[in-house]
C-alpha cells in the first residue's frame, strides 16, 4: 500500500501532461502558421515573389529621383545584396537549435534576446510594419481600382476613392477565411504572376513612349534640407520593395522537414527563384522609368503612363490581383498572432466563429484606416521605414 499512492500520483501526472501536450497539438493543428506543413519549394517561390514584389516596385523610378543616378543604382543593387543575404541567414535559422523550428518571426527574437525581451523588440516592429502594409495595400488596391474605372470610362460619373477601397476591401473579407498559409497559394501564384506581367508592362510601355521632352535629372527640392528629407523618404521606398522578410520564416514553416531533409533546402531555393524574379521586376522598372520621366514621373509609375489607355488600366488591374494575394501573405501572420493570443491567453475555443470575428474585424480595422489616411508614398515610406532594422534582427540571433 506504501508504494502505491506514489505510482497513482505518477501516473496522474503523466496523464495531465499528456492531456496538456494533446491540447496543444490540437491548438497548433489550427492556428494557421503550424496547420499545415505540406508545401513544396515551388510554393516557397511564389510567396516570396508575392510579399516582395508589391505596389512598391511602382514607386521605384521616382525613388531614384530622390536618389539620383549614382545613389539610385548602387543602393538598388546593394538592397538586392543585403536582403538576400539577410534572407539566407533567416533560411538557416529556421531550424538551427536541432528537434525546433522557429516559426514565427517573434520565437527566433525570443532565441535571440530572451522570452519577454524577444517579443518586447520583435512584435511591436512586426505588427507596425505587417498591419502597415496591409492599409497601404488597401489604398493601393482602391487606387489601382479607380484608375482602371477612370481610364476605361473617362466620360463616367467620378467616383470617390473611399468606395474604390471598399470594393477591394470586400475581396478579403472573403479570403481572409482561408485557414493558412497553403490554401492561398493559387491566390499567391496568380499574385506572383500579375507582379511579373504589370512591372513587365510598366517599362515595356515607358520605352514605347520615349524620354519625355525637357527631361530633368536633377534632385526637385530647392534645399538641402529638402533634398535630404526626400532622400530619406526614397530609402524607405526601397525598403517597401524589399519587405518579404517579415514572412519568410513563417512561409517556411509550412515546409515539411525532417533531419535527413531539413526545410531549408527547398526554401532556398524558391528564395533563390524568387529573387530572380524580383531583379527581372525590380531594375527595368527603376532604371527604365527613371530614365524615360526623369524627375517627373509619379510616385507610382502607371499614373505617369496615359497610353495606350487599355494597356495602362490591364495593368492597374494586374495590380489590383496582386495587392490581393499580398494583404492575404501579409495578413496571415498577425491573423496567427490573434488568434494564438485568444486560444492560448485568454482560452477561447478554437472554432471557425471565433476566427470569422476576428478576422472580419481585422479585414475591417485595415479598410478604415485606409479610407481615413489614403496618402500613397507617404505610407509607404512611414511603414516600411521600420521594415530597416527589424530586418537586422536575425544578424543579432
Same mark, same amino acid.
Given at each position: 500500500?506504501?508504494?502505491?499512492? *506514489? ?29 499545415? %506543413? ?34 539610385? &543604382? ?22 538551427? &537549435? ?5 516559426? %514565427? ?9 530572451? #522570452? ?16 502597415? &502594409? ?22 463616367? /460619373? /467620378? ?8 470594393? @477591394? ?6 479570403? =481572409? ?7 492561398? =497559394?493559387?491566390? =499567391? ?31 526637385? $527640392? /530647392?534645399?538641402? =534640407?529638402?533634398?535630404?528629407?526626400? @532622400? @530619406? ?27 535527413? /531533409?531539413?526545410?531549408?533546402? *527547398? ?6 527563384? $524568387?529573387? +530572380? ?19 517627373? &514621373? #509619379? ?29 492575404? +501573405?501579409?495578413?496571415? *501572420? ?17 472554432? %471557425?466563429?471565433? %476566427? ?7 479585414? $475591417? ?27 537586422? +534582427?536575425?544578424?543579432?540571433?
Amino acid at each position: 500500500m506504501g508504494t502505491q499512492a *506514489p505510482t497513482d500520483q505518477n501516473n496522474y501526472a503523466s496523464t495531465d501532461i499528456d492531456e496538456k501536450l494533446a491540447k496543444q497539438k490540437a491548438i497548433d493543428d489550427w492556428l494557421p502558421i503550424t496547420s499545415s %506543413r505540406n508545401a513544396k519549394w515551388w510554393y516557397s517561390a511564389f510567396h516570396n515573389v508575392t510579399a516582395m514584389v508589391g505596389a512598391g516596385v511602382l514607386s521605384l523610378p521616382y525613388a531614384m529621383s530622390e536618389l539620383g543616378w549614382g545613389p539610385g &543604382v548602387v543602393i538598388l543593387v546593394l538592397s538586392w545584396i543585403i536582403t538576400l543575404y539577410t534572407l539566407w541567414q533567416m533560411v538557416e535559422m529556421h531550424e538551427m &537549435v536541432p528537434g525546433k523550428r522557429f516559426d %514565427r518571426y517573434h520565437e527566433l527574437g525570443q532565441h535571440a534576446f530572451g #522570452e519577454k525581451l524577444g517579443l518586447y523588440i520583435v512584435v511591436p516592429q512586426q505588427l507596425v510594419v505587417e498591419v502597415g &502594409v496591409n492599409i497601404v495595400y488597401m489604398v493601393t488596391g482602391g487606387k489601382s481600382l479607380q484608375k482602371v474605372h477612370n481610364s476605361v470610362c473617362p466620360e463616367c /460619373k /467620378k467616383i470617390k476613392l473611399t468606395y474604390f477601397i471598399m470594393i @477591394f476591401a470586400s475581396v478579403h473579407f472573403v479570403l =481572409s477565411h482561408l485557414p493558412n498559409l497553403n490554401s492561398i =497559394s493559387g491566390v =499567391s501564384l496568380a499574385a506572383a504572376v500579375m507582379s511579373l506581367s504589370y512591372s513587365t508592362i510598366a517599362w515595356a510601355a515607358s520605352v514605347n513612349k520615349g524620354v519625355v521632352d525637357n527631361v530633368q535629372y536633377g534632385y526637385k $527640392a /530647392k534645399s538641402t =534640407s529638402g533634398t535630404v528629407f526626400n @532622400f @530619406f523618404n526614397a530609402l524607405g521606398e526601397v525598403a517597401f520593395a524589399y519587405a518579404g522578410h517579415n514572412v519568410v520564416l513563417e512561409i517556411q514553416a509550412t515546409i515539411p522537414s525532417t533531419p535527413e /531533409k531539413p526545410s531549408k533546402g *527547398p526554401m532556398w531555393r524558391g528564395v533563390i527563384v $524568387a529573387y +530572380i524574379v524580383v531583379a527581372l521586376c525590380y531594375f527595368p522598372v527603376a532604371l527604365i522609368g527613371y530614365y524615360i520621366f526623369g524627375n517627373s &514621373v #509619379e510616385d507610382n509609375i502607371l499614373m505617369s503612363l496615359q497610353k495606350p489607355v487599355w494597356l495602362i488600366a490591364m495593368a492597374n488591374m494586374f495590380v489590383v490581383i496582386h495587392v490581393i494575394g499580398s494583404y492575404q +501573405i501579409y495578413a496571415m *501572420p498577425v491573423f496567427d498572432m490573434i488568434e494564438t493570443v485568444l486560444v492560448k491567453k485568454l482560452n477561447f475555443k478554437p472554432t %471557425r466563429t471565433l %476566427r470569422f470575428i476576428t478576422r472580419n474585424i481585422y479585414v $475591417a480595422f485595415t479598410m478604415f484606416v485606409g479610407i481615413t489616411f489614403p496618402f500613397f508614398s507617404g505610407l509607404l515610406g512611414f511603414s516600411e521605414d521600420l521594415l530597416l532594422p527589424q530586418q537586422h +534582427i536575425s544578424s543579432l540571433a
